[in-house]
């Protein structure tokens, strides 16, 4: 791996004039004595916060927290990784890089291998699409889903045959065997290596960087799966990647909004058409790990989602999560029952972005959503049961002035007096689980919340443990962040792991990283372990009683099994000590 020599960093730092810097992407920027001042790119606001102090080289915004050095500044203005951002401030400031070239440990050059065989693979399976006699029908398929030749050259779009032999091309070009396997693009069987795909219109999957990580697959004929995507591998987990995101970067980046989507052939459809920002998660519902990789990029999001009853409960639950993590959400329908793909094709985008325009706001498509199941006109008992319904959903909303809107448009909705429904949310915040730390964190995103800084302190003090830690551990989504950026490391961490995770980290949650870093190393990590495996038995059991005790307080009663687990639980969790 290269790392930029701190010397080189150091004269960035030291000839970059923070304030042009600034100027450049905030126009507005004015002196105010020895400081300058604007209203802050970061967040919407009436007086200006947002303080930039080249004596320092720093800038802070007072009104969202954001804060750091030029660095900082251009990874969050532009969505960019530390290397990225410093290269790019090299050039501005002329200082010439010269990288320092780390020995690959064996699990990063595996790595290596396995995305320079998986490029190799969609090259061959895209000129099979184009060229080969037997993709004869996998080109009809195509042409009358209207795929445009652009199309199909942006997104790559290839075609594994009946009879494949990617795997065995890939033996004569020197690849290990078990490395075809491990790259997603053979099986062993106890004939041989065979291909994984057959007969199928192959998809390629590509990171945010654009390397190609594995395939999405459709079958031509009766094989099932219809769909299939590639196993997980060293370089693809599928709840971590968006199909379409990469070739439409830069417009998600200008706009700071992405359109989620359901499928392959809809994300393509609306590129095609000119829709760059769709994107769409593989076939699976919207994981916390998509939505932390589009809030590197946007700031909205607009749901759209197929017009039956799996698709408005996928599309509730995606804006749900998408809320809590602090994202604009609007949900939108595509009239007539059609596809975004069938829609598209059929109207064009105009008759679309009508559509996008009047997407709902979560409150608003879940009172919709209940009023359209139920019979008019509605009773009291029904209006109640409405009413509980989307106050659910309204008390989780983080925002308190989103949280007064949605409240006022509901009773208006439903009839219903404003007053009544606030003396029904103050019950639901009642019983549900008090978690003051949590709560705290969800509120600044830049956060741990209670206890999850002594977990990743036995973590860096002993980094094997990190195994035992689960994404699922954590409430924050700093917590949440840091855990995904120490999953991409190598295993196990090499000796530099710290510089990694900065180069990693965006820059509001390096500060978080490198504080507890420095704490670490103060603190004795003998019994690390121990530690470690208490506080998360204890977290699990927590978080499990929490979970039971907002189903009795939801539905009134518990089943025998549930009831006698909670009153383990509970006498479990009051005879133990905090951690």
Partial sequence: MALIPDDALESIRSRVDI?????????????????????????????????VTPERGTFHCFGCGAGGDVFAFLMKMESLSFTEAAEKLAERAGVKIVKKEEALGPAEQERLKIRELLELAATFYHQALLQSAAAAGARKYLDERKVSAESLSAFRLGYAAKDGDVAARALRKGFAPELVVKAGLARQTERGLRDYFFDRILYPIQDAKGAVVGFGARALGEAMPKYLNSPESPVFSQGRVLYGLFPGLPEVRKGRRVVLMEGY????????????????????????????????YASEATVVFDADRAGESAALRSAEL????????????????KDPDEFLHAHGLPDFQKCLAGAMDLAQFQTELALKRRSAPLGPAEKAAVAREVLETVSRCPDEVLKDEWLRRLAQRLGIDEASLRRQLGKHAEARPQRPAAASAAARPGALAGGEEDLFLQVFMQPRLFASLRESDLSSEAGRRLWLALSQLPSPWPADWPARLREALAPEDNALAQRMLLKADELDGTDAEGRLAEMLARRRAQARYDELRGAMARDGRLGKAELDEYLKLTAALKGSPKK
């Fill in 19 to 51: 304030a042009e810097l600034v100027k450049d992407y905030v126009p507005q920027l004015s002196r105010a004595g020895r400081s300058f001042k604007a209203r802050c790119p970061f967040h919407q606001e009436r007086t200006p916060s947002f303080i």
């Fill in 265 to 296: 052939m809809d994300v393509m459809a609306a590129h095609q058409h000119g829709l760059k920002t769709a994107c769409a998660p593989l076939g699976t519902a919207l994981t916390l790990d998509q939505i932390a990789l589009v809030k590197r």
């Fill in 322 to 337: 998408l809320l809590a993590s602090g994202l604009g959400v609007g949900i939108a329908t595509v009239p007539q029952g």
